[in-house]
Nanobody
Framework: QVQLVESGGGSVQAGGSLRLSCSAS????????MAWYHQAPGKQRELVAS???????NYADSVKGRFTISRDNARNTVYLQMNSLKPEDTGVYYC??????????????WGQGTQVTVSS
């Protein structure tokens, strides 16, 4: 099994910054794509950013130029640097990862989520 643990959420004022971290542990041979999703209150979970194992990032239009996704493959960790935060960024942020186990199985995992609250 694999566990994803997020940290770094909190409350900030509009225009502020936060850095989220997500560390994977367990039976891991390697991790392919890692991603961050955002679920605003009363809405569906949406992809914010993803990053390939080689470090290529992709972003939702709503966060381009404000958020930066990165990863440390040696630590099985993905980060999300969030700058110029807006009230609409409020919600729960979930980490997601495609993990290949030593037995060769490929599976998708979710973290438990971390709350981000941006006040105006």
């Amino acid at each position: 099994q694999v566990q994803l643990v997020e940290s770094g959420g909190g409350s900030v004022q509009a225009g502020g910054s936060l850095r989220l971290s997500c560390s994977a542990s367990g039976r891991i041979l390697y991790i392919n794509t890692m991603a961050w999703y955002h679920q605003a209150p009363g809405k569906q979970r949406e992809l914010v950013a993803s990053i390939s194992s080689s470090g290529k990032g992709n972003y939702a239009d709503s966060v381009k130029g404000r958020f930066t996704i990165s990863r440390d493959n040696a630590r099985n960790t993905v980060y999300l640097q969030m700058n110029s935060l807006k009230p609409e960024d409020t919600g729960v942020y979930y980490c997601n990862a495609d993990v290949k186990s030593p037995s060769g199985n490929l599976a998708n995992y979710w973290g438990q989520g971390t709350q981000v609250t941006v006040s105006s």
